[in-house]
């Protein structure tokens, strides 16, 4: 609830707090302690792709995989880039992706 004179919200008490944290404790037990392993970002993660059942992840690998394409031939095409330069592409790919996710999940 809101303070109604510093328009804030009210500190919580002891007891408020010690609920929370007791409700946020058997929350992660009753998961056996592991992450939402169906969020997007887990999943991409884990898979190094985006989940079909997220709106928009056909259109948002097309877009990322262009990016990608481009920077290959930034670094004069596919010949010229080495195994280095591969795995930094290969990050940049993962991130853009998160980054991707996120800014849909923003909008949505």
């Known amino acids: 609830m809101k303070n ?3 328009g804030g919200r009210r ?9 929370g944290k007791e409700n946020l404790v058997a929350f992660n037990r009753s998961r056996g302690d592991r992450p939402n392993l169906k969020h997007g970002v ?7 792709e985006i989940p ?10 097309a877009r990322v995989d262009g990016i990608v394409k481009e920077m290959v031939n930034d670094l004069g095409g596919d010949p010229e880039v080495t195994s280095q330069m ?10 853009l992706l998160v980054i991707a996710l996120a800014e849909g999940h923003l909008r949505g």
């Open 11 to 19: 500190p919580s008490t002891a007891r408020q707090k010690r609920a």
């Open 52 to 61: 079909s059942q997220i709106p928009d992840a056909v259109a948002i690998t």
């Open 42 to 48: 887990n999943s991409l993660l884990r898979t190094g």
């Open 86 to 95: 591969r795995a930094i592409l290969t990050s940049q790919k993962t991130a």
């Open 4 to 6: 109604k004179k510093t």
